[in-house]
């Protein structure tokens, strides 16, 4: 069963760049019919889409994000990781990962269980 | 910008019907925006409920439904159980390879 893990600082300082990096055991990253992508939650608020990569490393951005976000993936160790920079108190929030089907369909199908960041000096 | 708008709250009484709408700020949702909806409660992961409008994810159960409704996606709860309590969100994908989520209904279940 596929299973995606966050993992990385729950506590990053104003001004620097978070990173996170998304594990994906029981399954292949490779695989071609998936993008695999980021989302996060500020505390009491909805989901808004980060963005997503594909294997070969063809990214999307949500363009409120594109100026800080950088996506990258490691298919070696299977995994795919965020960067965002310059951040902020608004960027506290709970970062998932999921997987993006996207064959005869088009939906996360797959998610991790989140991890909380809090942007704190 | 691409706004998907859904109600921010909606309540049901145990054993009713809610149907919970998601729109586009400019336009008319398609199945080519391949609607899919999640829920979520409090500390947990979203969890897939629909996906390509009408679709329903593996071991959802049959009450609910996902359709389009004049020119919207919708999410139709028939015989809501006090577990339905959640919050709902919808989600659109573009044709640019942008996804864009709504923000989110929660549903009291009372």
């Known amino acids: 069963q596929l299973q995606l893990q966050e993992s990385g600082p729950g506590l990053v300082k104003p001004s620097e760049t978070l990173s996170l990096t998304c594990t994906v055991s029981?399954?292949?990253?490779?695989?071609?019919?998936?993008?695999w992508g980021w989302i996060r939650q500020p505390p009491g608020k909805g989901l808004e889409w980060i963005g997503n990569?594909?294997?070969?490393?063809?990214?999307y951005y949500n363009p409120s994000l594109k100026s800080r976000v950088t996506i990258s993936v490691d298919t070696s160790k299977n995994q795919f990781s965020l960067k965002l920079s310059s951040v902020t108190a608004a960027d506290t929030a709970v970062y998932y990962c999921?997987?993006?089907?996207?064959?005869?369909?088009?939906?996360?199908?797959?998610w991790g269980q989140g991890t909380l960041v809090t942007v704190s000096s | 910008q691409t706004v998907v708008t859904q109600e921010p709250s909606f309540s049901v009484s145990p054993g009713g019907t809610v149907t919970l709408t998601c729109g586009l700020n400019?336009?008319?949702?398609?199945?080519?925006?391949?609607p899919s909806w999640y829920q979520q409660t409090p500390g947990q992961a979203p969890r897939t409920l629909i996906y390509?409008?009408?679709t329903r994810s593996s071991g959802v159960p049959d009450r609910f439904s996902g359709s389009i409704l004049g020119n919207k996606a919708a999410l139709t709860i028939t015989g809501a159980q006090a577990d339905d309590e959640s919050d709902y969100y919808c989600?659109?994908?573009?044709?640019?390879?942008?996804?864009?989520f709504g923000g989110g209904t929660k549903l009291t279940v009372l």
């Open positions: 029981g399954g292949s990253i490779s695989s071609s019919s998936y993008y």
């Open positions: 400019s336009g008319s949702v398609s199945t080519n925006y391949f």
């Open positions: 390509s409008t009408n």
């Open positions: 999921a997987r993006l089907l996207m064959v005869y369909a088009n939906y996360f199908d797959s």
């Open positions: 990569i594909y294997y070969s490393g063809s990214t």
């Open positions: 989600v659109l994908h573009m044709g640019s390879g942008v996804s864009v």
